[in-house]
T-cell receptor, first 112, second 115 residues
Framework: GNSVTQMEGPVTLSEEAFLTINCTYT??????LFWYVQYPGEGLQLLLK?????DKGSNKGFEATYRKETTSFHLEKGSVQVSDSAVYFC???????????FGRGTSLIVHP | EAGVAQSPRYKIIEKRQSVAFWCNPI?????LYWYQQILGQGPKLLIQ????????DSQLPKDRFSAERLKGVDSTLKIQPAKLEDSAVYLC?????????????FGQGTRLTVV
């Protein structure tokens, strides 16, 4: 079956630090990969996605590259801001019904 | 474009009581999901609808949970009777029928506390 493994949090960084949140997956078929973000008190929002190997998804300074050979989709940002503090979820969808399967989330805390 | 609407935002009930949540998906989205998100965990799928038919309800605890999507638009999720371990955020999401590469859109969720 499908599953997503994310690094445990919280990840605590100072403003302008470099961010990496690791995500690996197992999937049947050829999945699409997603990062969702959940700000405090809000619902899940799509941050970025990639649909085929070596694709790079990017948005708001965040990037993630679909690595089929390592079954990974790590999230990176070169310089984080306090406003990036949130919970980040890696997810995949594959198979005929494309039901999104989520990792357990990684909390990011950015200090001024 | 209006997003996925859910109500209520918060609900507190005693164990063994019943509760219902409502979801209105994005207009034109054929696929609707209900997820349960327990604190500190990722969302777990409860049920998927395609129009007004159930596609996958294998993770739904059918002895106490039920869901329906009459007319293929709005949906309700019911818990009867509630248990303490049902305390969670219940997320509704909708998806166009585009399939590959398209993403699900989520509502803000209903936070349920069972005491």
């Amino acid at each position: 079956g499908n599953s997503v493994t994310q690094m445990e949090g919280p990840v605590t960084l100072s403003e302008e630090a470099f961010l990496t949140i690791n995500c690996t997956y197992t999937a049947t078929g050829y999945p699409s990969l997603f990062w969702y973000v959940q700000y405090p008190g809000e619902g899940l929002q799509l941050l970025l996605k990639a649909t085929k190997a070596d694709d790079k998804g990017s948005n708001k300074g965040f990037e993630a590259t679909y690595r089929k050979e390592t079954t990974s989709f790590h999230l990176e940002k070169g310089s984080v801001q306090v406003s990036d503090s949130a919970v980040y979820f890696c997810a995949l969808a594959s198979g005929g019904s494309y039901i999104p399967t989520f990792g357990r989330g990684t909390s990011l805390i950015v200090h001024p | 474009e209006a997003g996925v609407a859910q109500s209520p935002r918060y609900k507190i009930i005693e164990k063994r009581q019943s509760v219902a949540f409502w979801c209105n998906p994005i207009s034109g989205h054929a696929t609707l999901y209900w997820y349960q998100q327990i604190l500190g965990q990722g969302p777990k799928l409860l049920i998927q609808f395609q129009n007004n038919g159930v596609v996958d309800d294998s993770q739904l605890p059918k002895d106490r949970f039920s869901a329906e999507r009459l007319k293929g638009v709005d949906s309700t999720l019911k818990i009867q009777p509630a248990k303490l371990e049902d305390s969670a955020v219940y997320l509704c999401a909708s998806h166009s029928s585009g399939g590959f590469g398209t993403e699900a859109f989520f509502g803000q969720g209903t936070r349920l506390t069972v005491v």
